[in-house]
């Protein structure tokens, strides 16, 4: 029986859904699918290529589970989904609140969001490689910098939203 893969790298293998590969109930059979043959219609991918421009961009180190590299795409895309949910608020505010806030607030408000959409968007991207490198060189993951951004980021809005509602009485 080959060795197991270290903790958080992926050793190749396609698991079946019946579980780890030593607990097949047929026998030969050690729950990884078998690697699919080339087909004329299907032109073959050269991994060298692939893995040298991979290698290039994350900077090298070994593949990591795909659940951990799917895991940190999901959260890449959830600060992107923030971003456009403060992009479309910075919208919202300059377009539909003439008579809500004073127009050097509401513009204050509305740039305020569409800078921190901004940021939130570029910092995600930057923070995905950060963590996708940290995981390829089996390195402890990268604090969070978003976080105290965009609580920092909120706790102005929100500031902004009560002097609004304040003024605006």
Do not use: C, H, K
């Amino acid at each position: 029986m080959p060795a197991a893969a270290p903790l958080g790298t992926y050793d190749g293998r396609v698991r079946s859904s019946r579980g780890p590969a030593d607990q097949s109930d047929q026998p030969g059979d050690d729950g990884a699918a078998p690697a699919a043959a080339a087909t004329p219609e299907q032109p073959v991918v050269d991994p060298n290529r692939r893995d040298s421009r991979a290698a290039r961009f994350l900077g090298g180190g070994v593949d990591p589970d795909p659940r951990f590299t799917l895991a940190n795409e999901r959260t890449f895309l959830a600060w992107i989904r923030t971003a456009l949910a403060l992009l479309a608020g910075g919208i919202a505010v300059e377009a539909f609140t003439p008579e809500t806030f004073i127009p050097p607030l509401r513009t204050a408000l509305a740039v305020v969001l569409l800078g921190l959409a901004l940021v939130l968007a570029l910092a995600a991207g930057v923070r995905w490689l950060r963590v996708e490198r940290a995981m390829r060189r089996q390195a402890p993951l990268p604090l969070p910098l978003l976080v105290p951004v965009l609580a920092a980021g909120g706790s102005l809005v929100a500031a902004a939203v009560l002097v609004g509602v304040l003024i605006g009485r």
